[in-house]
């Protein structure tokens, strides 16, 4: 008998921990990286592609083209190559994003990332997503678990680093579900996701 494999995202909810290992998805970004024909935009130093399970309408990562797998191993010398990260998403977000949306549009990283390889989200905060499915990928959007990018530029000016606090992040994604606009507390995400479309730029 044949048993039904479950998706990647799946796997990741329900056995595996934010910053552990499991090489059998969490390479991903690396094969995206090598498969050209999957570049919305590239340069010397970065590529943007489209996020795989979508958490909103418009949801894109960017990368920096060098082995860098996350936040930690930034240091001074990173200071420009994240400027130019910011650059580029700011530029594509606004060719490629804005004129399809009313809503507004956040470029950041997630406190503890679960992908290998150093990428930068962009996303449009409608959250009308069919992958956006629990409380851990709510908090990770819609909580300070998401670092906007500016905020880890100005700190990783400050202090010459840009530290992952794992502690912290796990706290953040056990939060109770807070709607990101009014910071009303809907019990479950189905109530979440009803709530949400009354701040939907795009429905009204
Ligand atoms: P993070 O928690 O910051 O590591 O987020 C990783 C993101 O990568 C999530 O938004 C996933 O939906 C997305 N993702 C997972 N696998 C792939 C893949 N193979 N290609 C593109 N995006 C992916
Ligand atoms: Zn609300």
Redesign the pocket.
Known sequence: MSRKRAA??ED?SKSVK?GSFNPS?QN??E??LKDTA?HLYSDELVVI???????AKH?F?LLPQACIDNLELLDESHVMLLEHMIEKGKDFAKTNIEPKTKNSVRLG??M?????HL?M?I?SQDFDSI?LKNKKHWN?FASPFFRDAESVLEILKKNGKASIDKKKGEELLKQPLRCHVCKELPANIPRLKEHIKRHDKDRS
């Open positions: 990647p995202e990741k934010r998805w991903g970004l094969v995206s999957s592609i489209r996020d795989k399970f979508p958490k949801h990562l990283f997630h503890v990332p679960s992908m290998s990428h989200h996303i992958y990770s």
